[in-house]
């Protein structure tokens, strides 16, 4: 965390923007907890208050009035919320409540970078606490370079393996995004000042 500007500059971080696998646009208020979602795929718009669980969606220019069909798309953008996050601000998040890591010694990552390997397990705590995570920090910069996903806590084997490269500096943190294998999140912005209406109006 110090690596990437540390926890002040990452609480003082106000707005972030990024592109996610180029299906969906987010914009979060970190500070407030409201967050855009723009769904391309599907022409859905959610504009949700992840802490309060409130807000309005919009499905192909119609917005959607009928309560319980709005709590579970309000639910749903804020499991979105949760995924497209986690991909780009996962090292700020190492020692949320409910995560536990454990130190499993060094390792090679498929660069050739030597890196101590933590191994994130969960709690309780988000959308599928039965994942579990090793995550390949480098020995020399302490920025994470490569992180490894396992379905379900019990595998040997990771599920998938990704970079976590080509950090860039975004207001006063840094963060990863356009990485070298094309995938996940991209476009990334750092605002102090947004207007309101990006999370009000459609």
Do not use: H
């Amino acid at each position: 965390m110090a690596a990437m500007g540390g926890r002040e500059n990452w609480d003082n971080t106000r707005f972030i923007s990024w592109n996610f696998f180029g299906r969906r646009n987010l914009v979060w208020d970190k500070q407030q907890g409201d967050v855009r979602i723009e769904s391309l795929p599907d022409s859905t718009t959610y504009l949700v208050n992840i802490n309060e669980l409130k807000g309005r969606v919009r499905v192909k220019g119609q917005e959607l009035t009928e309560p319980d069909s709005l709590k579970k798309m309000l639910e749903k953008a804020k499991s979105i919320w949760i995924n497209d996050s986690y991909w780009l601000v996962m090292p700020f998040k190492l020692k949320d409540t409910g995560v536990t890591l454990k130190y499993l010694g060094e390792d090679t990552i498929l660069t050739g970078d030597k890196c101590n390997v933590l191994e994130l397990t969960f709690n309780n705590v988000g959308d599928t606490p039965e994942n579990k995570y090793r995550v390949y920090v480098d020995l020399q910069d302490n920025l994470v370079k490569q992180w490894a996903y396992f379905k379900e806590a019990s595998q040997d084997s990771a599920s998938q393996v990704w970079p976590f490269d080509n950090y860039k500096r975004y207001g006063n943190i840094l963060l990863s995004a356009n990485r070298s294998d094309n995938r996940g999140p991209r476009d990334v912005r750092v605002d102090e000042k947004l207007p309101r209406e990006i999370f009000t109006e459609f």
